[in-house]
């Protein structure tokens, strides 16, 4: 049975050891952006979140801006893959440590939009009992017509779903919104359910295509809300190739 939302919410926001937000951060060589990244949460106005970084066999300078981080601030932590294991795995190390009531993803070369971001999502919590929260996400890093194609494929889709079979047939067969995880805020015990099933192996695409379908077959409600700006997503670098990953997603959308 689960315990009635009002009831955690109250006892994880006024409990800092029991942070509400898990904000998960894969980093595998990307130095040039994973200072944006962390500071874009640690100048958040809400502060109740922790940060699991996982540091995927990165060979730049990537580890040592996060450790400056976790120096620092008793609210970011470290994981380090001695090698390089692929972003499916990266997040499954990161998702067995969450402590949140929900989390979210953030790929180490992507960073929040400002500094009101998690109290938007804490605000968009707060409204409805839900296992998927879908919030509004930007794109950089291509043409402004392309940039308003993939932000209108990004932010769109219905409102709300109130059972897995609805979730599923609106991923994967209506198609109406993309199954990329960055852009959802989740209920972190259904996450620790589902990688506690997800298959120890190197991906080398369709990470999130994968996770998705578990985490829709696991989930009960689902809703989608035009939000101000939460998430920026920057195309054409990261963990995996992201303009592809992210072009393969749009197409089979």
């Not at 893959?81 to 993803?105: D, E, M, P, W, Y």
């Not at 500094?115 to 804490?122: A, T």
């Not at 960055?182 to 209920?187: A, D, F, L």
């Not at 101000?228 to 992201?242: D, F, H, L, V």
Request: charged share 25%; glycine share 4%; proline share 2%.
């Amino acid at each position: 049975v689960r315990i009635g939302l009002t009831y955690l919410y109250t006892h994880f926001i006024h409990n800092m050891n029991n942070p509400l937000i898990s904000i998960l951060v894969a980093a595998y060589n990307v130095s040039p952006f994973i200072d944006q990244c962390l500071n874009s949460i640690q100048k958040q106005d809400f502060k109740n979140f922790e940060v699991i970084i996982v540091d995927d066999g990165s060979t730049d300078n990537t580890k040592n801006i996060c450790k400056q981080y976790t120096e620092k601030d008793s609210r970011f932590s470290l994981i380090e893959h001695n090698n390089n294991k692929g972003l499916l795995l990266a997040r499954k190390s990161a998702v067995v440590q969450a402590k949140g009531l929900f989390t979210i993803f953030i790929d180490g070369d992507d960073y929040l939009f400002n500094e009101h971001s998690l109290s938007e999502i804490n605000s968009f919590i707060q409204e409805k009992d839900c296992d998927i929260y879908r919030f509004y996400a930007t794109i950089e890093g291509t043409t402004p017509k392309k940039k308003r194609k993939w932000e209108n494929f990004l932010n769109s889709g219905p409102t709300y779903l109130d059972s897995s079979i609805e979730i599923l047939e609106d991923y994967f067969l209506k198609k109406s919104h993309p199954w990329n995880l960055w852009s959802s805020c989740y209920r972190t015990s259904i996450l620790k359910d589902v990688y506690s099933k997800v298959v120890d192996k190197k991906f080398t695409s369709c990470e999130d295509g994968y996770t998705s379908f578990l985490i829709a077959c696991n989930s009960n409600t689902y809703t989608y809300k035009k939000t101000n700006p939460i998430y920026s997503y920057r195309i054409g670098t990261g963990i995996t190739t992201k303009k592809n990953r992210f072009k393969n997603i749009y197409k089979k959308s």
